[in-house]
């Protein structure tokens, strides 16, 4: 049975085949098994290479480098691994040193990492550069100021003691500027330097009473303020005793007139303190300056004969005049102040009832009161009393506020005020130096047109009138500053009122035989003064005086 011979043999050759290639293969493992680890792990059996990792740079979390501001605590740079990176241990240094630095500067920061299971060590891996700035420096500023000795006391009238030097330093480190110090009854002389630059640095100034201070004692602090809220102050002392009897209320005559009933002038001052009445003192020089140029004044000067003159000391605590009705100083007297009703050229007397108390004291009867106020400021006003300032250019205003007394018009144009004030043509009819009629045959001072040697006319415009009413003359005190001289018909109402005074009858050929003519310029600029006019006297006369009468008190008029 061949075919059952043949069957066998290819079984037994399969079988064979099989157990050969099963020994191959477990040689093989076996060969294996003796060149590879075997790695036991929770979830089986895993080869490993058997190389560690080495750390790099980017396996870390790096912060704190960079620009840091010096505040005297140290300065730390926080370096951590990322996670699943190495956990060997980290030693940062700066500039080579572990410790952390908080002095300025620059530092180098570089880092050591130890070796850790399957990490390598890592040395001298760069952080960055941590730069430690300087703090900005803190100042302190102020300064102090030496202390001020008395300047004792001294009688009036007194020569103005020695000044004195006021020393201030910088006491703080940082600079300083400085401002002039002021004081009221005290000459401060001017800062050596402004500027205090570092601390030690120095700069003075000097500081004397001021002349002429009224018998008292002076007290005042003197304040020196600077930049960035310094300041410090000194206190200066000055007693002044009277070497001199208050001369308050005192009247001296300075002339009297022969007449029976003369015209009866009486000058008061304000704003002068007691050394300012001493005799011959700036009160009584003020007085013989205004007084002379009034007599200079036609007609006037023709009738010096008729006037008698009086002053009035009157001692007030300051010198000057209020800037603003409502200021508190000067305390003067007569209360007087500029700027009064909004107009800073008009200066008012304000205390009408002690002014009146006053002039009395020189005659129960006075005609013509002048207020001196003892202020440079331009200024003056007139209505019951004529007020003038020291100004040089203020005596203008004397001759015109005077001329308003003895009855005169304004001769000027103000259509604005005439139609605010309700000015009718009735009441320019009354005005003795304007008319409402331009008929010369007719006119109030038609005696003197045509008449040698003067040249009154009609000239259109006055009493704020631009037209209906006609004036004397082209230039009059009463109109501008051109001329410091009145017209013909204001001259005469001038001195009929002084005749009037005196008891005796006007005549109009003693008048010319007396009269002065000034001459009048023809067709020139007006430009003989940069001063303004007075202000129109209804636009504060009423308020200072009621409806009294604006005038002076002549022969037959009432309060």
């Given at each position: ?34 060149t ?14 058997g ?33 699943g ?28 990492v ?11 891996l ?66 050596s ?21 009224a ?8 304040s ?6 310094t300041?410090?102050?000194?206190n ?23 007449k ?16 300012d009445?001493?005799e ?19 007609p ?18 300051d ?10 100083v ?11 009703q ?14 009146r108390?006053y ?10 009161i ?50 605010a ?9 009354s ?34 009138f ?77 308020s ?16």
């Amino acid at each position: 049975m061949p075919f059952s011979c043949k069957r066998r043999s290819y079984h037994i050759i399969t079988k064979r085949f099989f157990t050969a290639l099963t020994v191959i293969l477990i040689l093989f493992i076996g060969f294996s098994l003796t060149t590879c680890d075997i790695a036991i792990t929770p979830s089986g059996i895993k080869p490993e290479r058997g190389e560690n990792k080495t750390p790099v740079i980017s396996d870390f979390t790096i912060s704190g480098t960079g620009d840091i501001t010096q505040d005297g605590s140290p300065k730390t740079v926080a370096i951590s691994a990322k996670e699943g990176k190495t956990s060997g241990a980290i030693t940062v240094k700066y500039n080579g040193s572990t410790a952390a630095p908080s002095a300025a500067g620059e530092y180098l920061v570089l880092f050591d990492v130890a070796a850790a299971p399957g990490w390598n060590a890592a040395n001298e891996l760069s952080a960055g550069i941590l730069n430690i700035l300087s703090a900005p420096p803190v100042y302190t500023y102020s300064f102090s100021a030496s202390a001020l000795a008395s300047f004792g006391t001294l009688q009036t009238p007194y020569s103005q003691p020695a000044s004195k030097t006021v020393t201030i330093t910088s006491t703080g480190t940082g600079a300083v500027t400085l401002n002039q110090p002021t004081a009221a009854n005290f000459i401060v002389g001017t800062l050596s330097t402004t500027s205090l630059a570092t601390k030690g640095a120095t700069s003075v100034f000097t500081v004397q009473p001021k002349a002429g201070l009224a018998a008292g004692t002076y007290t005042e602090t003197i304040s020196i303020s600077g930049s960035n809220g310094t300041s410090a102050a000194v206190n200066a002392n000055f007693t002044v005793t009277s070497g001199v009897t208050n001369p308050d209320r005192k009247v001296k005559p300075l002339r009297l007139s022969q007449k029976a009933s003369p015209t009866n002038i009486v000058f008061l001052g304000d704003g002068f303190n007691l050394a300012d009445n001493a005799e011959g003192g700036l009160f009584d020089t003020k007085v013989a300056d205004l007084s002379n140029y009034f007599f200079s004044i036609q007609p006037y000067s023709g009738y010096e004969d008729y006037f008698s003159v009086y002053s009035v000391y009157a001692v007030s605590t300051d010198r000057g005049a209020k800037k603003n009705p409502t200021d508190t100083v000067p305390n003067t007297v007569f209360n007087s102040t500029f700027n009064y009703q909004g107009i800073d050229r008009l200066l008012v007397a304000r205390n009408s009832a002690k002014i009146r108390e006053y002039a009395r004291l020189a005659t129960p009867d006075p005609h013509l009161i002048i207020v001196i106020v003892n202020d440079d400021k331009y200024g003056g006003s007139g209505g019951e009393f004529a007020v003038t300032s020291i100004n040089q250019s203020a005596k203008e205003i004397t001759i015109h506020e005077i001329g308003h007394i003895f009855s005169l018009a304004d001769e000027y144009v103000d259509e604005e005020y005439r139609i605010a004030a309700g000015i009718t043509i009735e009441q320019a009819k009354s005005q003795p130096n304007v008319d409402v009629t331009s008929d010369l045959s007719k006119i109030k001072w038609s005696h003197f047109v045509g008449r040698s040697g003067y040249n009154d006319t009609a000239w259109l415009g006055g009493f704020y009138f631009a037209s209906g009413v006609w004036r004397p003359a082209e230039y009059s005190i009463m109109r501008s500053y051109t001329l410091m001289q009145y017209n013909a018909i204001s001259r005469e109402t001038i001195v009929k009122k002084i005749m009037g005074n005196a008891g005796e009858k006007y005549s109009l050929d003693d008048f010319l035989l007396r009269d002065i003519r000034p001459v009048f310029p023809q067709r020139v600029a007006m430009s003989g003064s940069n001063n303004p006019m007075p202000v129109p006297v209804e636009v504060y006369a009423k308020s200072l005086y009621g409806d009294q009468k604006i005038r002076a008190r002549f022969i037959g008029e009432e309060d």
